[in-house]
């Protein structure tokens, strides 16, 4: 497989900034992973903020202790709820993660593909 497709088929799949690491660009590769490792942090901190929010209107009675309920509690959270499901890091993340895979396959065009070494 050609490095330009195999970086950028890694950083799709994998996690942004693994197909860095694979063409040895650690830096830049870092680089991509810690962003995207910080946009889903805050991502799981508005959800859990989120299901915290839901856990206190049941715990206050506000939403009956049955599995519907809860379900549709889960699907449709209250207003007070809903503001914190603001969801702004993912669009961010998406971006980076397609930069990620664009550089990624730049940078693979760039190396020259490694030729086979005979064995002596």
């Known amino acids: ?40 942090i805050l991502t799981f901190q508005d959800i859990f903020a989120i299901a915290q929010c839901t856990a206190n209107e049941i715990v206050h009675g506000k939403i009956p202790m049955s599995v519907t309920a809860i379900l549709k509690a889960a699907q449709q959270p209250s207003d007070a709820c809903a503001k914190l499901a603001e969801y702004k890091y993912v669009p961010l993340m998406i971006i980076i993660w397609v930069l990620s895979m664009i550089d990624a396959y730049r940078l693979g ?12």
């Open 109 to 120: 065009r760039k190396v020259l593909p490694t030729k086979n070494k005979p064995i002596n």
């Open 1 to 40: 497989m050609k490095q330009d497709l195999k970086a950028a088929l890694l950083t799709a799949i994998v996690y942004p900034g693994a197909g860095h690491f694979s063409l040895k660009k650690h830096l830049i590769g870092a680089i991509f992973a810690g962003v995207s490792t910080v946009f889903l």
